[in-house]
């Protein structure tokens, strides 16, 4: 199986900074990579395709890169409603597994 | 605009089976290519299977093999996924996810979760 690895597991940061998650995958999955939002008590939410494809109706403030086995998803300038868990995930070969989740909090 | 609306809560004995289903809206089911996922609480997300449009059937992750089924009843448009021999590390919330643009490889449409618990 794949695995993905997600840095930080946690952080704390205020509205208006720049933020970037990172997602490393054991092997290379090429461009098949995809990040979710969550909220508590809510179903995940797709953010971008295909490492850097945004999804209709997402803020430009989200942007994807990466390829081959490193990932970066960044928030150019945090919102109140950004604060929230993001998963990365592979689609590249089955199992498409998740990594473990960056948890994005106020400070 | 594809909607999933899953069946609600159920409480189980361990050793038991869980059926949840996942009812499309807005498309058909043929349209469509059906996953489940499921979420621990407060952990993260875990594939456990959806149908892969390339081999044309169901691939389940080989953690659940032999104990989780996925059918589609393509008259209702209604997705199930059955898991057996149930445990105490399957409470968890299930969802439901699918592709529903051009793009296959990403579940842009979720249901709204189905919570799970496993306990005597």
């Known amino acids: 199986d794949i695995q993905m690895t997600q840095s930080p597991s946690s952080l704390s940061a205020s509205v208006g900074d720049r933020v970037t998650l990172t997602c490393r995958a054991s092997?290379?999955?090429?461009?098949?990579l995809n990040w979710y939002q969550q909220k508590v008590g809510e179903a995940p939410k797709l953010l971008i395709y295909?490492?850097?494809s945004l999804q209709h109706r997402v803020p430009s403030r989200f942007t994807g890169s990466g390829s081959g086995t490193d990932f970066t998803l960044t928030i150019s300038s945090l919102q109140p409603e950004d604060f929230a868990t993001y998963f990365c995930?592979?689609?590249?070969?089955?199992?498409?597994?998740f990594g473990q989740g960056s948890k994005v909090e106020i400070k | 605009q594809v909607q999933l609306v899953q069946s609600g809560a159920e409480v189980k004995n361990p050793g038991a089976s869980i059926k949840v289903s996942c009812k499309v809206s807005?498309?058909?089911?043929?349209?469509?290519?059906m996953h489940w996922v499921r979420q621990a609480p407060g952990k993260g997300l875990e594939w456990m299977g959806g149908?892969?449009?390339?081999?044309?059937?169901?691939i389940y992750s080989q953690k659940f093999q032999g104990r989780v089924t996925m059918t589609e009843d393509t008259f209702t448009d209604t997705a199930y996924m059955e898991l057996s021999s149930l445990r105490s590390e399957d409470t968890a919330v299930y969802y439901c996810?699918?592709?529903?643009?051009?793009?296959?490889?990403?579940?842009?449409?979720w249901g709204q979760g189905t919570v799970v618990t496993v306990s005597s």
């Open positions: 092997q290379s999955i090429s461009n098949y």
């Open positions: 807005g498309y058909t089911l043929n349209e469509l290519s």
């Open positions: 995930q592979q689609s590249h070969s089955a199992p498409w597994t």
């Open positions: 295909a490492a850097s």
């Open positions: 149908f892969d449009p390339e081999e044309g059937e169901a």
């Open positions: 996810a699918t592709p529903s643009g051009y793009y296959r490889y990403a579940f842009d449409v």
